[in-house]
């Protein structure tokens, strides 16, 4: 097997936001003091007249980018995801979401892929609650490379969004062939016996296990990159033909894209399905690679449930 | 065309605002009566520059109203200014009404998508949980320092909103950008819905405490046309600093049995109450 190029997804969004400033004058990002780390530091080198840094404060940072919105710009506002939209919900929920504003709210450093800084910053609520608002797009990309393109494509798309990026570098595993499109999931492996739909880098794991399980079990794998809206018929099609549905993320099992999957599938396609993710608990302090062993998700836990599944 | 007798129409809005909630049944009564000074000054004295017939007219003031239950006196003073019919007030509250209980603005690509009700022209921002304003007019009034464009964007808040930590984090940004076209203004009549402010929870020293961000503070009387007068004026003099006024004004205003009592903050009147109450504004107090 060739070596697999790491990069995080935190990369492939910096990345696109410097090529968007140089295309469209109307973005601009907001950030509450991340900028090295949510890599938008040269975005505000390059365009100082589009960037606005507003220190330890998420709540005004939501705020003020709606009110740059209200006035015709596509807004990135940037921070950790356990702060924003953690601490800045209400203000994602009126100022932005209800008043369907052009924000893009971009939460960095989810799930326990961010390691040594413990559960205080490992979001992994984010995206139920973000799912949960009315009209609100919920975009994971699985990896760095995903991550410039749904940038990209999320700032030619009007309207409120949710960007979930990570901190750890992961593989480049989603072929760049494949069509990216919001809303629309993507087949990345074909199989007839079991149905593994993920989101995010994790989602990799999952594809090194239905590799090394091919010729005995036929995985299909699908990336399920937009949560919201839910590509339901992919979904409902592939679990039609494998009867079998594994689901994958590095966020809680309630309300994730686990709970998002089971609602399509319990009404539409009742078939044996399982949730992989964290399983209400909190996370803690370790190495990535670590944390997926001691809370289940690595790729020997996602190999032992579909075995489990294939009994 | 001759000048507007402001007091008069300030007058026309508190009947108005009294009639709207006694049908609505439900609503805020004593903060919308409060600002209805600063209302007809804003709409009808020359204090923002507007057009009725052109609610996006880019060259606008902006008016954000960041304390939303105060919106009977925004719907009020839009409708008398010619934004809607005046018929359409007693649909406040109502389903499917515009007149949502705190104002929904909404930025449609398609007509009515995801709602069940249209979007209310003049109305700028979405409101209700506290706080929430502030930054959005700050986020207006960078746009427009950035761009270069010369219009105001005027802030509504209240005291009690003060309390809430997110203006804290809205005034020390606008101070930041040197956001000079802000000029936020604080309704300041002590009243919250469970009692006085100063009792709920002291706001300290107000004034120093936003000259302490970095702001320039003026204190007005709300109902004083020529101290509204003064604060545009005195704006101009500032170019590079936010403006904050605090401007005291009496909750319940023109209405015996309303003014400075907080029970009034989050209730309408009824019927006979509203009877009562538009007696005393046409007649004057008995």
Known sequence: MTEVQMKATRDGFGEALLSLGEKQNKVMVVCADLEESMRVEEFGKRFPERMVEVGVAEQNMVGLAAGLALEGNCVFAVSYAAFSPGRSWDQIRVSVALSNLNVKIVGGHTGLGVGPDGATHQALEDIAIMRVLPGMMVVVPADAYQARQATERLSELYGPAYLRLTRQKTGLFVDKALKFEIGKAQILRQGKDITVVGCGPILGEAMKVAEKLAGRVSVEVINMHTVKPI????????????????????????????????????????????????????GESGLPEDLYEKFGLSARWIEGRVEKLML | MPKPDLPLVARDIRKNIIRSLAIAGSGHTAGAMGTADIFAWWYFGGGLRHRSGEPSWEGRDRLILSCGHYAPVLYVTLAMAGYFPLAELSSLRKIGSRLQGHPVK???????????????????????????????????????????EKHWVWCLGSDGEVQEGQTWEAYISAVKYELGNLIYVIDYNNIQITGEVSKIMPLGNLKKRLEGCGMEVMEIDGHDFEDLEKVKEWAGLHPKTPKAVIMVTTPGKGVGFMENNYRWHGIPPTKEQAFDALEELIRGKK
């Open chain 1, 231 to 282: 590509d339901a018929e992919t979904l409902i099609r592939s679990a039609k033909k494998t009867g079998r549905v594994l689901c994958i993320e590095d966020h809680q099992v309630t309300g994730g894209l686990g709970g998002a999957v089971a609602e399509v599938l319990s009404e539409k396609m009742p078939v044996r399905l399982e949730r992989m993710g964290v399983a209400d608990k909190w």
């Open chain 2, 106 to 148: 909404r930025v449609e690509l398609k007509k009515m998508s995801g709602l069940g009700h249209e979007i209310l022209p003049g109305v700028e921002n979405t409101s209700g949980p506290l706080g929430q304003g502030v930054s959005v007019a700050v986020g207006m009034a960078l746009a427009a320092k950035r761009r270069g």
